[in-house]
């Protein structure tokens, strides 16, 4: 894990690739639960006999699952300490390439694309995201994640 003291020393990292997460499963069980909290049922991602037959030869991931494992995969390749908020402000230039196999790990490999310094005390950074499938050679997706970040403050002295 890469790991910085506040969001403004990101800036000496740009265009370093900053690392890759741990695998995470994307199960059936995941899925499914994805499918009810969206209200998505789309056989090719629920009904797994039923994709069988299907163009992928099984089910496969929602899209927006595999970018929902985002934020989570994100945070398990860099850390900036020193933040008081966090938000994230958008995804620009998702692409979906590949599908994810239900049951197939998947993990995020993160870039350091730009810092810029926004008003409010605001850092606006944008990392460069793959979703890599194990033993695939094409990504699932790719994206330009973007966050605005607010350094803490000092404590007032007492």
């Known amino acids: ?7 403004a020393d990101l800036a000496l990292a740009v265009g370093d690739r900053l690392g890759e997460s741990p695998w995470c499963r994307v199960d059936q069980r995941r ?3 994805f499918a009810e909290a969206t ?3 789309q056989w090719i991602h629920v009904d797994a006999e039923r994709a069988r037959t299907g163009p992928f030869g099984g089910a496969i991931a929602h899209g ?3 970018v929902s494992l985002l ?6 390749i860099v850390r900036i300490d020193g933040v008081e908020l966090m938000l994230n402000s958008g995804v620009d230039k ?3 390439h590949s599908p994810v196999p239900a049951g197939a790990r998947v993990r995020a490999v993160a870039h350091l694309t730009s810092v810029k310094p926004r008003a409010g005390g605001f850092t606006e950074v944008v990392l460069s995201a793959f ?3 194990e033993n695939r050679r094409r990504a699932a997706l790719t994206a330009n994640v973007r966050a605005l970040m607010r350094a803490a ?5 007492a």
Not at 1 to 7: A, Y
Not at 153 to 157: D, F, G, K, N, V
């Open 39 to 41: 209200g998505d049922h």
């Open 131 to 133: 979703l890599e499938v």
């Open 153 to 157: 403050q000092p404590a007032p002295a």
């Open 31 to 33: 899925i499914d639960q």
């Open 94 to 96: 998702l692409r979906f």
């Open 71 to 76: 934020p989570s995969l994100l945070n398990q």
């Open 1 to 7: 894990m890469r790991v910085f003291n506040t969001p």
């Open 64 to 66: 927006f699952l595999t």
